[in-house]
């Protein structure tokens, strides 16, 4: 992967800056990140490290960095994880806040592809479409939609030899938003919580939030504190778990220990207290579930029917649990400025919602937090060798490759941890797929099923509408390793950092039959003439 085959160079630049490096304007390439959020900020950041010499990029289809981070600007928008795991290993969360808002959350990843020089090295604008496999040559062929601030756009081409997705789960261009009988009478104001309107007033209004996920344990507390009354309407409750808002331990820690160290020390714990409650839930969801309920019952003090609106038709870490920083979700119910209503929809009115209990709810704002859209890739298509790819037709390779498909790994995060734990784990391990590709002079590595290998399990377990809705797109797993997609981060530690990479399972070879136009060395910006070499 290393460049033995240099790069033809390009009239393009990055729109945001004046790039020095060799990737910023190359049109072919050892390795493409796919995105500039969490997963592809972390992905840069091991190539960089772990791999010297190899030419990449970032490419991000919207005008900015961050991802999830930098999309959602609804009231109150946090992490649903601990910011110590949350952050990256390799750059300390340097507050106390165990939660953080959307807002500081995007401003540490900025600072961080600022400080590790990678900001540089994106892409903006840059939407792939295709992918495209030649296995007689053995690299990608993308088609990149570019997008210019001024909104003009053109396809551009560019070519790689690996494809490293690093692009989320679902859909940046809508959210999952079920339509009701007359919707079209409300007269007022209908708003999906990853499309939040910048100047949307809320004051002294009464707001309607449909849903029981993340997003509406989030917004109703938040918006509680400016309008009249917030109602959230659910079909079924979640599991709500209150959670300090800072972390007291890491203060004590960074009183008496060195940053790093004492950063290293709370991260671990976090990840111990996590999966051991996850742990705990799966071995003993009925205790589980009994300590949550009640737990939620005692800070709601008599405000909800408790049997109604707090006690989940699932177990604990069936689906993720909903966390409330410092109890506020709590607390807003008893100001008498929240309530939770547990019902169905029957209607839309023009003044609000009827239900199917023949109840009514007076709205001008209705929230539909119905949750997001899976997507996988970024909604780009695969090809191999001229043959469309399903990845529900895979098999999922170590939870990051898919069986079949060459020279490409994904980031997919855990569902019961924070995803930065398994994104860091996998660009760790694409680190090392690429410099044994390296040392051994192989142009591909694809993951293939033995004859008698074969997968039905969904690749993720959990009964989520969001997971359930998409279960006929995604890749399944199996029932052994590496075909298993593991919620550990342990097992997965053991697997990508000291698991064999030729495995018997990934197949290496040297496929490669013709050369790719390149320029001349002097060509090159001078620091990377070493790395063509």
């Not at 499309?195 to 007033?201: E, Y």
């Not at 909903?322 to 709590?330: E, M, Q, V």
């Not at 209705?366 to 043959?387: I, W």
């Not at 498909?405 to 734990?421: C, D, E, R």
């Amino acid at each position: 992967m290393t460049a033995t085959r240099t790069a033809s160079a390009s009239n393009t630049s990055n729109t945001s800056n004046s790039p020095t490096d060799i990737a910023s304007v190359a049109t072919d390439l050892d390795v493409v990140v796919i995105g500039a959020g969490i997963s592809g900020i972390s992905a840069a950041h091991y190539l960089r490290e772990r791999c010297p010499g190899t030419r990449f990029a970032m490419l991000e289809a919207r005008q900015s960095l961050g991802g999830t981070w930098d999309l959602f600007r609804y009231p109150g928008v946090r992490s649903d994880s601990d910011m110590f795991t949350l952050g990256f290993s390799f750059r300390p969360w340097n507050s106390n806040q165990a939660i953080a808002d959307g807002g500081k959350i995007l401003d540490y990843l900025k600072d961080t592809a600022h400080a590790e020089g990678l900001d540089g090295l994106i892409r903006y604008g840059h939407k792939l479409r295709e992918a495209r496999w030649d296995s007689g040559i053995a690299r990608w062929t993308l088609d990149i939609e570019r997008t210019y601030p001024d909104g003009r756009q053109e396809t551009q081409p560019l070519t790689c030899r690996f494809l490293f997705m690093c692009s989320g789960y679902y859909a940046y261009d809508a959210g999952h938003s079920p339509t009701w009988p007359g919707m079209d009478d409300f007269t007022g104001k209908l708003v999906h919580p990853q499309h939040w309107p910048a100047n949307l007033d809320y004051r002294d209004k009464r707001v309607v939030i449909i849903g029981s996920g993340a997003t509406a344990v989030t917004l109703l507390p938040n918006m509680a504190t400016s309008a009249a009354h917030v109602t959230m309407l659910q079909r079924s409750p979640s599991y709500i778990l209150s959670m300090p808002s800072r972390d007291g331990v890491a203060e004590r820690l960074r009183a008496l220990l060195p940053a790093g160290l004492a950063h290293r020390i709370v991260r671990m714990k976090n990840v111990l207290v996590t999966l051991g409650f996850y742990n705990a839930a799966r071995r003993w969801p009925n205790a589980i579930r009994r300590v949550l309920i009640k737990r939620a019952a005692r800070q709601a003090l008599g405000h909800v029917d408790v049997a109604r609106d707090l006690s989940p038709r699932y177990n604990p870490w069936d689906q993720r649990l909903c966390l409330a920083p410092g109890g506020d979700i709590f607390k807003a119910l008893r100001s008498g400025r929240a309530a939770i209503v547990t019902d169905e929809i029957a209607s839309f009115t023009p003044t609000g919602l009827a239900l199917k209990s023949g109840k009514t709810l007076d709205a001008d704002i209705v929230v539909t937090a119905t949750g997001l859209r899976v997507q996988l890739m970024g909604g780009a298509k695969l090809f191999v060798d001229g043959e469309p790819i399903a990845l529900a037709d895979t098999v999922s390779y170590k939870g990051m490759m898919y069986s079949g498909v060459p020279n490409l790994a994904s980031i997919f995060g855990y569902t019961n941890a924070s995803w930065t734990l398994k994104a860091e784990l996998i660009a760790q391990y694409v680190c090392r797929l690429v410099n044994h590709m390296n040392k051994h002079g192989y142009d591909t590595c694809v993951p293939r099923l033995r004859p008698h290998e074969h997968a039905e399990l969904p690749a993720i377990g959990l009964t989520s509408g969001y997971i359930q809705r998409a279960a006929g797109e995604l890749p399944k797993q199996g029932g052994r390793k590496p075909w298993v997609f593991y919620q550990s981060y342990f097992r997965d530690v053991r697997l990508m950092r000291w698991g064999r990479v030729d495995d018997g399972a990934m197949r290496f070879e040297r496929r490669a039959t013709r050369e790719v136009d390149t320029p001349q060395v002097a060509d090159l910006p001078s620091g990377m003439k070493a790395a063509s070499r």
